[in-house]
C-alpha cells in the first residue's frame, strides 16, 4: 500500500470497522474479533505513514472539497504521527481490555460501544493527520459527537446529566470559540494550512495576536484548560473502558495536540515569543497546581484520576508554551508519556472494579496482595504520572524542565517541581494502601473461606483480558523509558523541521 493509501485507510478502516460491528450485532465473538482486526490494520497504516516519513516522503491526500480553496484534507507531519501511533496502538489495547470488562460487567448496549469507539477512533485520526484547520475542526466535532453515546453509555439520570454537561462544554467552545478563531485566521493569514514556522507572521498585532491565541486555547475544551474542564471529571460516569478513551486514547489528547499543533504551524514559536503568548504558561501553570490540589481531596479512585488528567493535561500546554525547542520537544513526548501511563492507572481502577468492587481509596487496604498484577501496573502508571524514572514521564518532564530552567522561565520551572511534589502526595498513599497496608479484618476473613459478599473475582484479579491489556501498558510505559527513540526522533522534527 502506498502512503497516500495508508493516509486515507487511517480514516476509513476504523469507519468501515464501525458498519460491520453494527452487523455483527447477534455474533458478540465475530463482532469483537472485527473490532480487534480493525485496530490492528489501523496501527499498520499508522506504522507505513511513519515509515514513508522517515523515508522523506510528505505523504497528502484531499478527501473532498468543503469550500472554495479550502479542501477536506489529510497531511503527515511529525507531531500528527506521533498522536497517531498512540491512539491506533492503544485502540488494540483497549479492545482486548473491553472484551474483558465489559463482559465480566454484563454491560448492555455492547455492539453500540464498540461502533461509537470505532467512529471516534476515525475521528482521532482524521484530527492527527488534519491538513488543515478546518479539517481538524471538523474531525474534532465528530470527536464529540461520537463519544457522547459512550459518556451517557448506562442511561441513567446521572449519566444523562453528564453527557449534556459534555456536549454543552465541548460543543459551546469550540462552536463560540474555536470556530471564530478559524475565521479570524482565514482573514488575517488568507490560508488555513499548516505550515513549519506558523502562518501568522507579519499578519497581527501583537495585543491582537494575544487575543487570538486565548481564542484558540479556551475554544479547544478537549485540552480542559481551567475553568472549561468540568466536562472531564463529569465523563466518568461511563464504563472504565470509556474513561480510558476519554483519559488517554482520543478526546483528551486531540485537545492538548491542537493546542501545540496551533503553537507550532499557526502562530509559530518567534512570533509568540515576541511576547503575545506570555499569559499561556500563567494559566497552565494554575490548572496544573489547581487541578492537582483538588485531586488531592478525592476519595473516589476515578475521580482522583480525572483530576489528575486536567493537571497531566496543562504539562503539554505548559512545555509548548515556554516556547524553547526543548521544551516543546517535552510536551510532544508527554503526549505519549501520559497516554500509556494514564491508560494503564484507567485500566487498573477498571480491573479493581471488575474483581472486588470497589471504588473508594480508603477500601484498598492490602489489595495489593490479592491483585498483584494490577497493582503492579498501577504503580507503574502513578510513577509515570510523577515523573520517576525508570518510566516514559521522566523523560517528558525532563525535557520541558530543562527547556524551562534554559528559557529562564522560572514560573515554569517552580509549577513542575511543585506540581511533582503534589502527584506523589496523591499517588504514592494508594500504592502504600494497597501493598503495605492488611486488608480489612473482614475482608481478610472472607479470604480465608468466610462468607463475604462479593463477586466471582473476589479473590483474584480481574478476567484475563483485562489484566493482560493492564500488564501491556504498564510495559510500554516502562520500554518507553529506555527505547524513546522514535518518538523523540519525531519530536525533534516538530521543533526542527
Known sequence: MSAEGALAASVLVPLGAAA?????????????????LAGVALFAAAILVARAHFAGEAPAVELVPLLPGIPLMLR?????????????????????????????????HQTRFYVCFAIALASTMGVAFAGNMVTLFVFYEALTLSTYPLVAHHGTEEAKRAGRVYLGILLGTSIALQLMAIVWT????????????????GRLEGGMTAV?????????GKAALMPFHRWLPAAMVAPTPVSALLHAVAVVKAGV???????????????LAAGPG??????????????????????????????????????????AAVLAPLSVLGAVLHIAAHAFGKITLFFAAGSIYTAAHKTQISDLDGIGRRMPWTMGAFAVGALSMIGLPPTAGFLSKWFMLSGAMGAQAW???????????????????????????????????????????????????????????LTLTAAATLALFFWPDLFLALARAVVVP
Open 257 to 271: 495536540f491542537t493546542v501545540v499543533k496551533v503553537i507550532v504551524y499557526v502562530f509559530g514559536l518567534d512570533l
Open 411 to 469: 514560573v515554569a520551572v517552580g509549577v513542575i517541581v511543585l506540581s511533582t511534589l503534589l502527584n506523589a502526595a496523591y499517588f504514592l498513599p494508594i500504592v502504600h494502601r494497597a501493598f503495605f497496608r492488611a486488608p480489612a479484618a473482614a475482608e481478610a476473613h472472607a479470604g480465608h473461606g468466610g462468607h463475604g459478599h462479593g463477586h466471582a473475582h473476589d479473590h483474584g484479579e480481574a478476567p484475563l483480558p483485562v489484566v493482560g491489556a
Open 76 to 108: 503527515a507531519e511529525p507531531l500528527g504521527m506521533v498522536f497517531a501511533l498512540v491512539a491506533s496502538g492503544l485502540w488494540i489495547v483497549t479492545t482486548i481490555y473491553s472484551i474483558g470488562y465489559m463482559r465480566a460487567n454484563r454491560e448492555t
Open 212 to 220: 487570538l491565541l486565548a481564542l484558540y486555547v479556551f475554544g479547544i
Open 278 to 319: 506570555a499569559w499561556l504558561p500563567y494559566a497552565a501553570g494554575f490548572t496544573i497546581l489547581a487541578a492537582s490540589l483538588v485531586a488531592l481531596r478525592q476519595e473516589n479512585l476515578k475521580a482522583r484520576l480525572a483530576y489528575s488528567t486536567v493537571s497531566q493535561l496543562s504539562y503539554v500546554v505548559l512545555g
Open 20 to 36: 460491520l460491528i453494527g452487523l455483527l450485532d447477534r455474533w458478540p465473538n465475530v463482532r469483537e474479533a472485527a473490532s480487534l
Open 186 to 201: 482565514w482573514f488575517a493569514a488568507g490560508t488555513l494550512d499548516f505550515a513549519p514556522g506558523g502562518i501568522l507572521e
